[in-house]
């Protein structure tokens, strides 16, 4: 996550602190639904506070990333979604203007206007804009072309 080099200041702390062990009920099934929440935070409140506590600016970086990653789920991917659609919608209409004057036509992946979408992360716009990339076919012989979302990596 990042690369603070921290001095733990309540090593005392963590001696009593046994995470692993509600994380693994937790995993298992055998901690009630109703209160697994609570009891996780509570099994990771000491060592949190014995190595956050001792610094600063970690403790800042930590909250940095906390608040990035609600920004990020909350409004720039919604909103992304939405601005996606107007390359799409461009890519469509694009390709549609183009078919009827061509009688047969020839594209490779690498000059393609047909619209692709991403469903994970909603990026939208040509074929040609995506990462064109080869992955295995199953077979461990032969590979067959992919295209990836140019935004997170998944395919298209």
Not at 3 to 17: C, G, M, R, V
Not at 66 to 80: E, K, Y
């Amino acid at each position: 996550m990042t690369d603070f080099k921290l001095k733990i200041a309540h090593p005392d702390w963590l001696e009593h602190s046994e995470p692993g062990k509600y994380l693994s009920l937790y995993r298992s099934g055998n901690m009630p639904a109703s209160i697994s929440g609570w009891m996780l935070v509570v099994s990771l409140k000491h060592p949190l506070r014995a190595i956050y506590g001792s610094d600063f600016r970690a403790a800042v970086a930590l909250l940095g990333y906390a608040l990035h990653d609600i920004f990020d789920s909350r409004i720039w991917s919604p909103l992304l979604r939405v601005a996606y659609n107007v390359p799409f919608f461009l890519a469509w209409v694009w390709t549609h203007l183009q078919t009827p004057f061509m009688r047969y036509p020839l594209w490779s992946r690498r000059d393609s206007p047909e619209p692709v979408r991403c469903d994970d992360c909603g990026w939208a716009g040509m074929r040609r804009w995506a990462i064109h990339g080869y992955t295995d076919d199953g077979s461990g012989q032969d590979v067959e072309p992919t295209d990836e979302c140019p935004r997170c990596g998944n395919e298209v």
